[in-house]
């Protein structure tokens, strides 16, 4: 085992009955390190938070914390703090008193306590609302109590189950840099799940896509965007369009006078491969640009900021998207030519892109 | 055409009028009877008095009726909160197709006649019952449990069951499955999550639950009846025999009428003392 690793799973596994929810899950983290797990429902995320909470035993494998195994403790012994996607607040305690919970399950000083508990309810902003009930507190004030409740206990690692999932559009995006600012700010390693792939990549230093219970890709948010290489995590993370290619001597082609050119060698002459390219890296050309693929567009979508034409061409459809410059958009039906920067098509993995 | 103030009335009609000819009516009638006066030569002596409450209070017979019957209650509200409250919790634990039939289980009181639920208690509890040839057969003493206040708080117990967990059951079902788990990584053993996070969220069930039982248990007549037997009386039972044994109607009426008046009080001191300490708490 490594020992700069601050809290590792290695081989995490579980299964209820002949159903898979979770195989061979590994993964390192930093101390300090805020962790996205992103996938769609039933991907096995919530499996492995609730593996890492304790409330579920894994059926293989073990978890490392500072160096320690908790596999088998028990959830009140573990002592991490969890933030739970409907956020579980005692209805029967008042903000302060569901606040101080944890700290009175651990003896704490009441003298230092009330003082911990107070310190943290200005940290989310909730000193005003000590007193009241959570059921007289709007969903945002709810979401910061859940974490005032599980940030007090100063938890070695912070579980977020869908901390978000529950508030408005509006609030969500503020509560995404809230979130942010107070793990930076109290440096707590932390775990999130999500299924809102915006979310994870905003906020997260580092993000694991799963699906079906494995692990796709774990890396940091931007380098996942641009250089996903399976077909899953194109498509989950971000939009993305796969054309086929044929491998040739230098370079791979896409129809009869259409080549991209490669760096490296990709495969045997001949072979056929999928390649990807997000809908940003294709530009409408302008006069000063050499066309490199006729299209007709059909359909527009206006996004506010962005524009989305989904096109036709000998390629098949495929969906570009401009910044919107506040200049009138391309018209429906209208021909038009792309070009792109070759650098940006990726070569799906071996085993994709057989699919 | 009836204007739309008066349609409520109109369709409530056929209730009220139900209650007013089966509830309000005998009621009224048993109020005024209690204020007669029986004598055993003539029968009902018209005219109104207190004599017949008088009689009640001066008199210490009644108020040990009335003090057996509270114990009597007392203890099967006490025990039926002990055993209803981890039933029902343990019960709302329970797998799908566990839980429905020991839920029947829990019901089925309710489901036989109260004379045979009795009887039975009899044939459990008698001196050559069940628990006696257990006794005896283990080489202890037998006991003598049946036709003591002992023998109807058990069988009391058995049949007001349902009515405490029921609602207990119903507020445990409004708990937030995660809550448990939050007190748990906060560091709250079993204990704690039971003591502090569930059982402060149940109270309410567990109050409606008690006063529903002591209020059933109190003016209860067939077990107290048939499992008391004659020596153990009680309030319901006493009121029986004042009607159709003495066939002093008056002092029948006035000790129901006591028994009613205390209930209610009970059921308003408890409610009100609740009040103020959980409205607040629950939002209720």
Redesign the interface.
Known sequence: MNHTDYLSLQGLSKSYGKVTALSDFNLSVAQGEFISLLGPSGCGKTTTLQLL?G?VQPSAGDIFLNGKSITHL?????????V???Y?????MTVRENVS??LE??NMDPVERIERVNRILAMVQLDAYADR?P?DLSGGQRQRVALA??IV?EPPVLLLDEPLSNLDAKLREAMQFELRRIQRKLGTTTLMVTHDQAEALSISDRVVVMDSGRIQQIDAPHALYESSDSKFVSTFVGKTNFLSATVRARSLQLSTDLHVQTHEPIGHEGSKVTLSIRPEKLKFAQVSDTPKLKVQIKERFFLGNLWLYRVDSELGELEVSCINDGMAPKNESGVEHLTWDDAHFKVMSAPEALK | MISNTRTPYFLSAPALGLFGLMVLFPFLLTFLLSFQRFDHQVGIVPGYTLDVYKHILNDSFYWEVFGRTAWVSLSTTLLCVLIGAPEAYVLSRMRAPWRSFFLVIILSPLLISVVVRAFGWSLVLGPAGLLNSFLQSIGLDRVRILYTPTAVVIALVHVMLPFMVIPVWTSLQKL?P??E?????????KF?VWW??VL??ITPGLLSGALIVFALSASAFAIPGLVGGRRVKMVATLIYDEYLHELNWPLGAAIALILLLVNLLVMYVTQKMMEGRYA????S
């Open positions: 909470a409330f028990p959830p009140n012994e573990r002592g991490l703090g969890i739970f996607q409907s579980a607040l005692f209805p029967h919970f944890g399950m651990r009930y059921r409740r599980a206990i | 937030d995660q809550i788990n939050a007190a748990l990584s906060l560091g709250a053993s704690q502090r996070v402060p969220q607040r708490r629950m939002g």
